[in-house]
């Protein structure tokens, strides 16, 4: 299977390496690992570096083979400083984060600085309230949209009540009149950019139909009062009318004229 001179290899005679070599079952022949050279290797590979900030030194154990990225990761914790808001110096240089320790020839006993990156800093802090403001935005618009659901439910109440011919309460319109202006009150002062906006102006028109809707209910319903109240007086007018022609033909008989006797005849001996 093998030739003579690898056989001899195997079996051990001709080669002092022996221990480089091992048959796997099955018969395949492979290099054999060497447990302490990956050891030695891996040892070589980490390495310790030693970082000033401010008036403070920190010693960082990392790989030779990791970016500076991954040191400022290890940084954060004892400086507290922002992995954005860091800026590490080697020999009177800025490193980018995504340069390698090894490739910048950054070796074992190396000495860095950690400086504050203050317009990073600026940036993430307004990166994170516009965030913080956008998240407030959206949680407001959220329950905005809740409320005028609700309302939107007591407003088509209100019509379906009119519709079956019911007289619905003045008050009943303008509690719900309030509530959707104080709503889109609210809405005025909410300022959003990109969906935000559109969400806003959505729940605007909505507010607007509603209100809307209910001007046109309190029409409807000042009609059927006035209405009403025009019924009730032709109906009272028409009983009056009656009742004074019936109480006129009563109170005013004619007066029976008394029966005129023709004057008597007195006949007399005179």
Known sequence: MFPRGRRSDIGGHGNTNVAEW???????????RNLDLNQNSASKSTI?????????????QISSHASFGELKKMLTEPTGLHIQDQKLIYKKKERDSKSYLDVERVKDGSKLVLLVDIESRER????????AKKEKTLKSLTEIKVEVDKLAKKVAALEAATSTGGVIAELDIETLTENLMRTLIALDEIYGEGELKLQRREQIRRVQKHIETLDMLRMARENSISLKNEEKNMARESKVHCGGHMQGRQGNPKKQQPLKHPDSVVVTTK
């Open 124 to 131: 993430r802090i307004l990166e994170t309230l516009k965030i």
């Open 48 to 60: 310790k570096v030693k970082v000033k900030y401010s008036s403070s030194y920190h010693q960082i």
């Open 22 to 32: 091992e048959l796997r079952p099955g018969g395949m022949l492979v290099q054999k």
